[in-house]
Every structure is written in C-alpha cells, then in structure tokens.
C-alpha cells in the first residue's frame, strides 16, 4: 500500500483471471487465491481459504453491481493483495448480493497483522466500484494487464 520500492503493488496482472469460468463462489475464490499463492503473496493456500470461508459466514460478501468481494485477513498473508476475476459473458457466481450473481470478483488479501491495510483496500474499492464507469472498463479491458493497470490508476492514482 505504501510508495516504497520494496513494497510489491497490490494487483498486477499476474493476480487477474480475465476469464473466470466458476461452478461457484467457492470455486471462483479458490482460483483466485491460486494466483495469490503461485506470486508468493500467500503461503498457505488451505489456511487463507478456511478464513476467507470463515468471514463468507459472517456475512455475504456480493454487493449490488454484479460485485463479489470476498475479503479475509490471514496469516497465510504474506503482503496486501487484490487478485481479480472477470466471470466470463454470460455466466455469473452467486457471492448472495441482493441484485444477484456477480461478474467481477475482488478476492482481497491481507496479513493478519493488517487491519488498517485490509480497511483501506476495502474502502478505497469500494469507492469506484459505486461507478458504472469503472465496472465497465474492468469489463471492456482487453487482458488481465490492463485489468490490473485500470484498478491501479482508478483506485490508488498509480
């Protein structure tokens, strides 16, 4: 989240699936945290998904506008990240949002030793995806490079 040059950012395109096809919330949480997992962000993929399912519980993480959000802190958590899922035309997972299934999946990651890191992503996300603007260009995006480059420059001005 910081400037610093030793800090990674919190999405590049290695952590964007462009066409996610998923059989549901689950499935479509798992592969994203693979990706997670393969750029050496978490280090236990079992652990980080059983407190991602474990804060689904609390509450569904679908928000209106086609939204999955399913966000944990976890000790398998190795730096703050954000891995993305653009559901494929014509097929949507259910994350339990009021407007139905989602077409865009935000998987946020963050070490256990970071609130103020995982309230921040979460908030400064939340603030764009208000626009339709902003979910169609993650939509319209040609590759999961320019997926990650859109969700940089709109959310963090990078």
Do not use: C, W
């Not at 699936?17 to 997670?36: C, E, G, H, P, Y």
């Not at 280090?43 to 804060?55: G, I, N, P, W, Y």
């Not at 703050?80 to 559901?87: M, T, W």
């Amino acid at each position: 989240m910081s400037d610093t040059a030793n800090t990674p950012d919190l999405i590049t395109g290695d952590l964007v699936i462009a066409d996610l096809r998923a059989s549901d919330r689950v499935d479509a949480t798992r592969q994203l945290a693979q990706k997670l997992q393969a750029a050496g962000r978490v280090t236990d993929l079992e652990q980080f998904l059983a407190d991602v399912a474990a804060r689904e519980e609390q509450m569904a993480t679908g928000i209106p506008g086609g939204i999955g959000l399913p966000h944990a802190r976890s000790e398998a958590v190795t730096v703050p990240s954000l891995a993305v899922g653009r559901v494929l035309s014509g097929e949507r997972v259910d994350f339990g949002a009021p407007d139905g299934p989602a077409n865009l999946v935000f998987l946020i990651a963050a070490p256990t030793t970071g609130e103020a890191d995982h309230m921040t992503i979460l908030a400064a996300l939340a603030r764009r995806l208000v626009h339709v603007s902003f979910r169609q260009s993650l939509l319209d995006a040609p590759d999961a490079a320019s997926v990650a480059r859109t969700v940089m420059e709109e959310v963090y001005g990078r």
